[in-house]
Antibody, heavy 116, light 110 residues
């Protein structure tokens, strides 16, 4: 059974940093475009970032451009999101998901809370 | 990139049909046949119900159907059942590997 498991969320002060991880099992991350999608409390889903299978193409939503960095480690079959200069509005549950004409497999999400 | 416009809430009785609209622009919904719909229960990960506007993934009930006209996509759920009560989100490819989601619609089964 395919599993994506996010980790690394937590409470951080404004301006701080966090690194999220997404570990895959029964699923080869490098075969797919991988994405981070977030949901702020009481709000809708928001696409955050994507990385192509070859890692050659990387894209970010305008709301996180210049602050977040997506990456992957094929040897560890894992996806990462380095989040710097965090703001209160980055508070959300962060999901990793693959995309192949639609967001197919999703993790259970990890909560990031940015608060002083 | 602005969120796609969805009604905040819709409701229907068991057995009835409901339709949820998703309005974008000529830069997203209107330009690509890559609209997908997701069902999300609280505390759970989203589940795709429709992709490429009208296709159903394996295992999704044929009570769910999708369509698109111009800049507006629609999800129709027929024969409403209690377990259909959830939040529904549309999503469109918006070019340059960007995606835009709708604000979400809360479906209540009366």
């Amino acid at each position: 059974e395919v599993q994506l498991v996010e980790s690394g969320g937590g409470l951080v002060k404004p301006g701080g940093s966090l690194r999220l991880s997404c570990a895959a099992s029964e699923f080869t991350l490098s075969s797919y475009s991988m994405n981070w999608v977030r949901q702020a409390p009481g709000k809708g889903l928001e696409w955050v970032s994507s990385i192509s299978g070859s890692s050659s193409d990387i894209y970010y939503a305008d709301s996180v451009k210049g602050r977040f960095t997506i990456s992957r480690d094929s040897a560890k079959n894992s996806l990462y999101l380095q989040m710097n200069s965090l703001r209160a509005e980055d508070t959300a549950v962060y999901y990793c998901a693959n995309y192949g004409y639609y967001f197919d497999y999703w993790g259970q999400g990890t909560l990031v809370t940015v608060s002083s | 990139q602005s969120a796609l416009a969805q009604p905040a809430a819709v409701s229907g009785s068991p057995g009835q049909s409901v339709t949820i609209s998703c309005t974008g622009t000529s830069s997203d919904v209107g330009s690509y046949n890559l609209v997908s719909w997701y069902q999300k229960h609280p505390g759970k990960a989203p589940k795709v119900m429709i992709y490429e506007g009208s296709k159903r993934p394996s295992g999704v009930s044929n009570r769910f159907s999708g369509s698109k006209s111009g800049n507006t996509a629609s999800l129709t759920i027929s024969g409403l059942q209690a377990e259909d009560e959830a939040d529904y989100y549309c999503c469109s490819y918006a070019g340059s590997s960007n995606f835009v989601f709708g604000g979400g619609t809360k479906l209540t089964v009366l």
